[in-house]
T-cell receptor, first 114, second 110 residues
Framework: EADIYQTPRYLVIGTGKKITLECSQTMGHDKMYWYQQDPGMELHLIHYSYGVNSTEKGDLSSESTVSRIRTEHFPLTLESARPSHTSQYLC?????????????FGPGTRLTVL | DAKTTQPNSMESNEEEPVHLPCNHSTISGTDYIHWYRQLPSQGPEYVIHGLTSNVNNRMASLAIAEDRKSSTLILHRATLRDAAVYYCTLLTNRDDKIIFGKGTRLHILP
């Protein structure tokens, strides 16, 4: 079972602030993902990475950016937070297995921008 | 992309079996059927996956129709802790990006 951590769990911040959501995994997984989920709604992939120095945009357009300097770390940054960024952000990592990759999710960061 | 169809919500009594259906009529031969669930205020967690044969693990069983156009996730004895949104999705062995639909919200009645 993978261990994947996200901090902070909850963040309330004012408009215009720069924020970084942290995501770390200890299992050495090459692939990592960020999803965005509004309450009661579907998860949408916003960023993913296949390894160090690899980042790609997901299916849902997002103003956030990501970096992958170390295998275990995949932070997400919003340069200037806005109320429209209020949502839950979920990080995941995956390991290849028979029958396609299995993803392991962190507990999420619930972001509120005032 | 192959799509899945699930009921929006289901109810079951505690300690009874639960059968969660999923239709995937456009499934291709290389698609694996994966199930995840999301407990309240948590990230999704992997439940089970299969290709053609029925599968069992400590969490659940997966029954796959002979034509593979549908499958059923079976919780043998539901507990209150099984109340969650259950997602059925299709992935090939080259896929690594999951498309989560709306899933089925399972309510467990005490």
């Amino acid at each position: 079972e993978a261990d994947i951590y996200q901090t902070p769990r909850y963040l309330v911040i004012g408009t215009g602030k720069k924020i970084t959501l942290e995501c770390s995994q200890t299992m050495g997984h090459d692939k990592m993902y960020w999803y965005q989920q509004d309450p009661g709604m579907e998860l949408h992939l916003i960023h993913y990475s296949y390894g160090v120095n690899s980042t790609e945009k997901g299916d849902l357009s997002s103003e956030s950016t990501v970096s992958r300097i170390r295998t275990e770390h995949f932070p997400l940054t919003l340069e200037s937070a806005r109320p429209s960024h209020t949502s839950q952000y979920l990080c995941a990592s995956s390991v290849a297995a028979a029958g396609a990759d299995t993803q392991y999710f962190g507990p999420g960061t619930r972001l509120t921008v005032l | 992309d192959a799509k899945t169809t699930q009921p929006n919500s289901m109810e079951s009594n505690e300690e009874e079996p639960v059968h969660l259906p999923c239709n995937h009529s456009t499934i291709s031969g290389t698609d694996y059927i994966h199930w995840y669930r999301q407990l309240p205020s948590q990230g999704p967690e992997y439940v089970i996956h299969g290709l053609t044969s029925n599968v069992n693990n400590r969490m659940a069983s997966l029954a796959i129709a002979e034509d593979r156009k549908s499958s059923t996730l079976i919780l043998h004895r539901a507990t209150l802790r099984d109340a969650a949104v259950y997602y059925c999705t299709l992935l090939t062995n080259r896929d690594d990006k999951i498309i989560f639909g709306k899933g089925t919200r399972l309510h467990i009645l005490p």
